[in-house]
Structures are given as C-alpha cells and as structure tokens.
C-alpha cells in the first residue's frame, strides 16, 4: 500500500538564517581606495638591462655600414618585445645624409637625433622599440660613399611604444671639448643613449662621469677619418644630463637622448568614484 501525500512532505527543508551580530559604532573610519591614492601617483616602472652591444668600422669607403655577426663583440638575435638602438657617424667631401636604418627583417628604423657638423661630418642616434625578436644585423646606408663607424644595443625594459623622453640634445664644433649639451629628462627612470663623433685618428679621455663608456669605433680607410665614442647611463631620476671628453683640437658632433622605462601607467589623481580611476586607464 502507498504512503499518503501529505503536504508537509513537500515542503523543501530551508537552512536557518544567520543573523551577523553588529559591529561596534565606535571603529575608525577609512576613505575608500580610490580616494587614498597620492596626487601624480603612477605604477612601478620595470628595470631597464642593457642586453648586448656591438660595434663596427667601415674597412673602405661605402654607402653602408653594418652591425652583425661579424662585428665586434658578435651582434647576436635579438629577443622580441626588446628596444635596439644605433649610433652612427659618417664622413664625406660632400655633406653626407642617412638614408634609411633597416634591420635583417626588413624594419625601418626612426631618428631619434641627427646632426651635421661643417658640412662633412655626421652623426645620429636611430631606433627601433618592441622589436618582433630574431633582428640579426642592422643596416645603415648613405646617399653617397663615406667612412662610416657605428654601435648598436639592445635593452630590454623600454616603453613598447612611444619610448623617446623629449628630444634629446646633439650639436657639434671644432674644438678639443666636445659636449653634447645639456638634455633635461621628463621621466624618472631612463636609459641615456650618447655619442661623440670627431675628425682624425686620436683617442678620447675626460669622458663624463657616470655613464658607462662603450668601445671606441674607428673608421679610417679613407682620407676622412673620424671616431665613435658611444656611451649609455641608467637612470632613476629626472634631471639635466650632458656627455662630453677631450681630443686633439677638431671637427665634432656630440649627441644624447633619453628612452623611458615601460610599465608606467598614467598619473592618476583621487576620484569621487571608481569608475573614474578605471576610465583613466
């Protein structure tokens, strides 16, 4: 025999309701989150590393000079997401010109800073941020022959994008006190990119301090011969930077510019609401 329907066996068992006891009206108070956040605060910035450095003298006049596998140190493949870098430097008869910076796959490379000193001597910074990774050599070729020296680098925790902090500084003269003149940076955390370029076969001494010298570059199969004095600085804090030596009294060009660290959000200010912080992102 069945059992009989009854209605208390349909109703579903319901767990008991817990009621949270009061808090104490006497705790502090505290703003919410987005209401603490300091005035002109910014996310952390990553650590910029130098990865690699290589350079390379033209042996003869050309239209071109090349950073690879065969200069020294080695260029070796580059890692993707990395800013490569190349100072260069060309002497002519004639007022000499960069026609394009490209790299073994086929990236066209921008000027950061570019200067020609007396109508016959060059130099310039060129960059190439958030490279796609397996960059083998570098290019830089020349609307006519010329004696040609550059250094190229690769740093890994630069901006992607939109890595250059203002313009940087490059001028140039005929004296034995090269400088760059001075370069004020609108970011904390920067890598100083900076060269000298000079006439003849002399070295450089009296370099300024705090940057890290890289090998000298010479190019002097021809008649012009000029130098490449390359440098970098890491640094972490706005202010004025220069870059200068001492030579045998000759035609120059000296140059510096700044790259911004990635991993910078934009300064954010408190808001009323939290929507306000996210749409400022």
Known sequence: MSRLWTPER????????VVPRRLPLDLPWEPPWWERIPPGWKSPQNAIVRVQ??????SAASTTVVVSA???PAWVSSTAGNLLAIAVIGRSSSTPAISSVKDSGGNTWSSAISHVQGGSAIAAIYYFPNNPGGITSITV??????????WAWEFSGVATSSPLDGS???????SAS??????????????LLALIEWNGT?????LTSGFTNETQQSATAGTLKCQLQPAYQIVSATGTYSYGGTITSAIWNAGIIGFEASGAGPV??????????????
Not at 10 to 17: E, N
Not at 141 to 150: I, Q, Y
Not at 178 to 191: E, H, I, K, M, Q
């Open 10 to 17: 349909s109703v579903a068992r319901v767990a008991p309701i």
């Open 53 to 58: 450095g290589s350079g390379q003298g033209s």
């Open 70 to 72: 065969s200069s020294t």
């Open 141 to 150: 070729t020349f609307t006519g022959s010329l004696d040609a020296a550059a």
């Open 168 to 174: 940087g500084a490059i001028t140039g003269g005929s």
């Open 178 to 191: 090269p400088n760059s003149g001075n370069y004020t940076t609108l970011n904390a955390n920067d890598v």
């Open 202 to 206: 002399s070295s450089i001494s009296g």
């Open 268 to 281: 954010l200010t408190a808001k009323k609401e939290p929507m306000d912080i996210i749409r400022a992102w």
